[in-house]
């Protein structure tokens, strides 16, 4: 039967929207499981199995030396320097007082494999000189300046060698960059295994580094990458980053037995991730002088001198390290301000926090445990403790030797051995809101030497007539109106504490149970670059106290409450979901929370002034209409032909 010009019309505009539905089905799809933006730190493409499969003979050759591009074909080295077909110089033992390659001012593919090169304390095994598309493999070099060096040279690859008992094992210099350092054995190196000097975008992974001076070192560098390496034994430091170094990243090594593991001085703004630290004899992590804006995040750190130690340094980070094991967890000291040490779990220091002689230290959310003290603060001033949970220590917080304007709040401070918190020969320090539970001798001390110190609001349920002992002078236990609660308090008169001091508004334990109500906002989305948009809580307390708001977890708010509304700006967020969540207090130390969440889209989804989802919805329901209508149309042709 013959089919009609308008029945070909007809088939040929049903599999084009057909095609369509399938097209706009695919898209939509894609758009719904397509990913918010993350920071994720990208790992090497190719995970090497160690090799090191040198031959067993090599051929004695004279040192090579290439200068350009045609060099490597006039000098009888095969290959034509492309990609697929480099040149390629292999299997020869080169030994000298100096140098056994020299590569300069080339960028055709070579490769330099199976090579045994042994030179000279002030030449080099492998030296490329502004080189690119180079690449070294599986060659032993030894008893060099530098067993491979590169001096601007970017995009070559060092991977598969052993490199040993050289002055430096690998050098990049003088703006080296985009190169790959892989799966190499560096050993033995006088200096450093590694060495950065004014070289960024350069990736070191999977590398055993031990036994040198240094592991790695960074020095004037921006933008490199210290993943997956085993760094161990090196006689001063497994990774240094120096003057002038910013945005690295040093993550998912394993840095075992080096007096330090990773040094940051003089730098700012690198990030220390995901690594383990273990049995660095004197500290895990240290920030030396004039470190600032680093990171140090999820790593675990056990069984070093000191877990991390901050010294003289400003502005870092401090959040969600395991640090156990350690004779210090975090020791922040010598006029180092304004770090934050914030939800980290700290487990069997002999020390958990020690803050020396410094001032402006933030110890929040972290649970701290199983050590002689929890968190000490020794000459040292204007610092918050706050939020924490400390427990199981001989001792929960100590305050000593003329520390002041300190504040203790908000802590979970139970079950710890001798004193919930110490006050030793200081003054002009804050203890408020705190619940001491259960510590054997009693929930807090303070000693003589130590006067105006102020406590209120705080929940002391400790052995009967243990809650509280005051030695000092001119102490006061209540502020103007709210004292403390007492679990042995009656509810008649003052309390008295043992010794000098007096709460003159005492309170019963357990506190009030009414704690503030507050409304729950709509949760809201807007397109990412677009104003104007903020969250407004509504709470009611007879007795308003303070709020905090988090983002994501993370303090970006706080600031007091007097019973009015409480409206958070939220513009300026860039694509991706996110939680503020408000914590609200009264003045008896109850609190209530509520969480909005925010879902902020790309500004680029919008298709004729609509949204491309809701356009491409509305296509695929008018394509299945109109396939339906032609189908039945061709069937009721059908019939009738």
């Known amino acids: 039967?013959?089919?009609?010009?308008?029945?070909?019309?007809f088939q040929h505009i049903s599999s084009l929207l057909i095609i369509l539905l399938f097209v706009t089905s695919t898209v939509m799809f894609t758009l719904q499981i397509s990913p918010t933006r993350s920071f994720v730190i990208e790992e090497p493409a190719e995970e090497l199995?160690?090799?090191y499969s040198f031959i067993a003979s090599y051929v004695s050759h004279s040192p090579i030396i290439i200068t350009g591009n045609a060099d490597f074909a006039s000098q009888g080295f095969l290959g034509s320097g492309s990609e697929e077909l480099p040149y390629v110089i292999e299997g020869?033992?080169?030994?000298?007082?100096?140098?056994?390659?020299?590569?300069?001012?080339?960028?055709?593919?070579?490769?330099?494999r199976n090579c045994l090169l042994i030179g000279g304390i002030g030449g080099k095994g492998i030296d490329l000189h502004t080189v690119i598309n180079g690449e070294i493999r599986n060659n032993t070099i030894s008893d060099s300046g530098s067993g491979v060096y590169l001096y601007s040279s970017s995009d070559n690859t060092v991977v598969n060698n052993s490199i040993s008992e050289n002055y430096f094992g690998v050098h990049l210099f003088s703006s080296s960059s985009n190169n790959m350092v892989l799966n190499n054995s560096i050993s033995g190196s006088i200096n450093n295994g590694v060495v950065f000097y004014s070289s960024s975008?350069?990736?070191?992974?999977?590398?055993?580094?031990?036994?040198n001076g240094a592991g790695v070192y960074i020095d004037d560098s921006l933008t490199n990458t210290i993943v997956n390496n085993v760094i161990s034994g090196n006689v001063d430091i497994g990774v240094a980053i120096g003057m002038y170094s910013s945005t690295n990243i040093v993550s998912s090594n394993t840095?075992?037995?080096?007096?330090?593991?990773?040094?940051?001085?003089?730098c700012s703004d690198n990030m220390v991730s995901q690594n383990n630290f273990s049995e660095n004899s004197d500290d895990g992590i240290r920030f030396g002088n004039l470190a600032t804006n680093n990171t140090v995040e999820y790593n675990t750190i056990t069984r070093s001198g000191t877990g991390v130690r901050i010294t003289q340094s400003w502005n870092n980070t401090l959040h969600h390290n395991i640090i156990f094991g350690n004779h210090i967890g975090v020791h922040a000291e010598w006029a180092s301000s304004n770090n934050t040490v914030t939800s980290n779990t700290m487990i069997g220091n002999e020390y958990g926090v020690l803050i020396y002689s410094t001032s402006g230290i933030e110890v929040v959310h972290n649970n701290i445990s199983e050590s002689s003290s929890g968190v000490t603060l020794t000459l040292s001033t204007d610092s918050r403790v706050a939020n924490n949970n400390i427990f199981g220590n001989d001792l929960g917080v100590s305050i000593t030797q003329s520390s002041y304007n300190n504040t203790i709040v908000n802590n979970n401070i139970s079950e710890n051995t001798k004193y919930g918190v110490e006050i030793i020969e200081s003054s002009d320090n804050t203890v408020v809101y705190n619940t001491l539970?259960?510590?054997?001798?009693?929930?807090?001390?303070?000693?003589?030497t130590s006067s105006n110190n102020l406590m209120y609001l705080n929940s002391l349920i400790n052995t009967e007539n243990k809650n509280a002992g005051d030695s000092g002078t001119d102490n006061h236990w209540n502020s103007s109106a709210l004292g403390n609660y007492w679990s042995d308090y009656t509810g008649t008169g003052v309390y008295e504490i043992l010794g000098n001091g007096i709460?003159?508004?005492p309170l019963m334990y357990p506190p009030e149970p009414n704690k503030p109500t507050i409304d729950s906002p709509e949760d809201m989305e807007y397109r990412e670059g677009t104003t104007g948009h903020s969250i407004t809580w509504t709470p009611n307390d007879a007795s308003p106290s303070h709020y905090v708001v988090y983002r994501n977890g993370t303090q970006v708010v706080s600031d007091s409450w007097n019973g009015t509304s409480i409206t958070v700006e939220v513009d300026n967020l860039t694509m991706g979901v996110y939680n503020y969540t408000i914590v609200v207090y009264d003045a008896m130390g109850n609190y209530t929370s509520d969480t909005v969440y925010i879902n902020v889209q790309s500004s680029t989804t919008l298709l004729f002034g609509f949204e491309l989802s809701l356009v491409l919805g509305m296509l695929s329901v008018f394509g299945v209409i109109v396939v339906v209508v032609i189908l039945k149309h061709r069937k009721r042709k059908g019939l009738e032909s």
Do not use: E
């Open 1 to 9: 039967m013959r089919v009609s010009s308008r029945s070909k019309y």
């Open 49 to 51: 199995a160690p090799q």
């Open 92 to 112: 020869y033992n080169i030994t000298t007082a100096g140098t056994c390659i020299i590569i300069q001012n080339t960028d055709v593919c070579f490769v330099i």
């Open 201 to 211: 975008d350069n990736t070191v992974a999977n590398n055993t580094i031990s036994g």
């Open 255 to 266: 840095v075992t037995g080096n007096p330090c593991g990773v040094l940051l001085w003089y």
């Open 437 to 448: 539970l259960g510590n054997s001798v009693c929930g807090i001390t303070i000693s003589f």
């Open 503 to 505: 709460d003159y508004h």
